[in-house]
């Protein structure tokens, strides 16, 4: 299990970013679950779990409105093939890890994949 952050973004482009990893994962999250913003002008955290399997489906392209940072949380190989599914819809870049002996964390800034 992948636990998965999303901060600094607009609720259409974590819905976009949810909807890409719920293509290619089982997740704890519904079918037609949209993001939404809390009132208060406090900054808001998305967070779903995914079970990334080793069978999944592809996705292409996707873009995003604007910059999302993303951290996943899990086991490395769990963390790992769920990076794989992001860097196939967007640009992904690492802004930071921390590991420990059963789990490790990444820190990721998610763009529109360049033509």
Avoid: C, H
């Amino acid at each position: 299990m992948v636990t998965v952050s999303l901060t600094a973004t607009s609720p259409e482009d974590v819905t976009t970013v949810f909807d890409v990893l719920r293509t290619a994962f089982p997740t704890d999250r519904p079918a037609r679950s949209v993001a939404q913003d809390q009132s208060g002008g406090r900054p808001s955290v998305w967070t779903a779990e995914f079970e990334p399997t080793e069978d999944r489906i592809t996705t292409g392209p996707t873009a995003l409105e604007g910059a999302v940072s993303a951290t996943l949380q899990g086991g490395y190989v769990a963390v790992d093939r769920l990076r794989a599914a992001l860097d196939g819809a967007f640009t992904v870049n690492e802004a930071g890890t921390a590991s420990g002996d059963q789990e490790k964390e990444v820190d990721l800034r998610l763009l529109t994949k360049a033509d």
